[in-house]
């Protein structure tokens, strides 16, 4: 079980938009920032999204991120087929003094 | 450009050690805290644990706590985890990366290409 709840899979045609959600608590999303990475198949995690909504130099601005009290978003725009990937939300928790991840999110492009 | 090549994973037995390394290139390893993350076959990642830029600081996954210790040696820029006491539930893929701005954050934005630690008899 991860400390941070995210859904299994989700899914959206080309060019559509998708949502990815994060749910945590007080002692981890509600008092910390989030990062957001993208894993592609048979690759090491990429960072898209850091501090709740921030993009590293290179990351597209069809990905987004938010945060809302104790969950937080990814939004991807104008979906490609190369956005196919596990994606992961990452954040500190206070109370186990150790970071922590979601159990990842599989997104299909039809 | 920055790079973090991770080695030292292999076949081990349950109950034994095994050191892994992690070599940085390309930045000032000496400024950054540095984590360990892994991800069991088919599975999603686990954060493990993490160094602060000097050393000081370090902060575990309550799976590897007492098991596990990070280190590093900057005058190498090389970044290490020895395991001890190794589990089956330890195989994984080990991936190391940078942290970017202080250690009780998961800003993770350098990654090496993981190294495959399997336990078993």
């Known amino acids: 079980q991860s400390v941070l709840t995210q859904p299994p899979s989700v899914s959206a045609a080309p060019g559509q938009k998708v949502t990815i959600s994060c749910s945590g608590s007080?002692?981890?999303?509600?008092?910390?920032?989030v990062s957001w990475f993208q894993q592609l198949p048979g690759t090491a995690p990429k960072l898209l999204i850091y501090?709740?909504?921030n993009r590293p130099s290179g990351i597209p601005d069809r990905f987004s991120g938010s945060k809302s009290g104790t969950s937080a978003t990814l939004d991807i725009t104008g979906l490609q087929t190369g956005d196919e990937a596990d994606y992961y939300c990452?954040?500190?928790?206070?109370?186990?003094?150790?970071?922590?991840f979601g159990g990842g999110t599989k997104l299909t492009v039809l | 450009q920055v790079q973090l090549v991770e080695s030292g994973g292999g076949v081990v037995q349950p109950g034994r050690s095994l050191r892994l390394s992690c070599a940085a290139s390309?930045?000032?390893?000496?400024?950054?805290?540095m984590v360990w993350v892994r991800q069991a076959p088919g599975k999603g990642l686990e954060w493990a644990a993490i160094?602060?830029?000097?050393?000081?600081?370090?902060y575990y996954a309550d799976s590897v706590k007492g098991r596990f210790t990070i280190s590093r040696d900057n005058s190498k820029s090389t970044l290490y985890l020895q395991m001890n006491s190794l589990r089956a539930e330890d195989t994984a893929v080990y991936y190391c990366?940078?942290?970017?701005?202080?250690?009780?954050?998961?800003?993770?934005?350098?990654w090496g290409q993981g190294t495959l630690v399997t336990v078993s008899s």
């Open positions: 390309g930045f000032t390893f000496s400024s950054y805290a």
């Open positions: 990452g954040t500190w928790d206070n109370s186990l003094s150790a970071g922590v």
């Open positions: 160094i602060s830029y000097d050393g000081n600081n370090k």
């Open positions: 501090d709740n909504n």
């Open positions: 990366a940078r942290v970017r701005g202080g250690e009780m954050v998961t800003r993770n934005d350098y």
């Open positions: 007080s002692s981890n999303i509600g008092n910390n920032f």
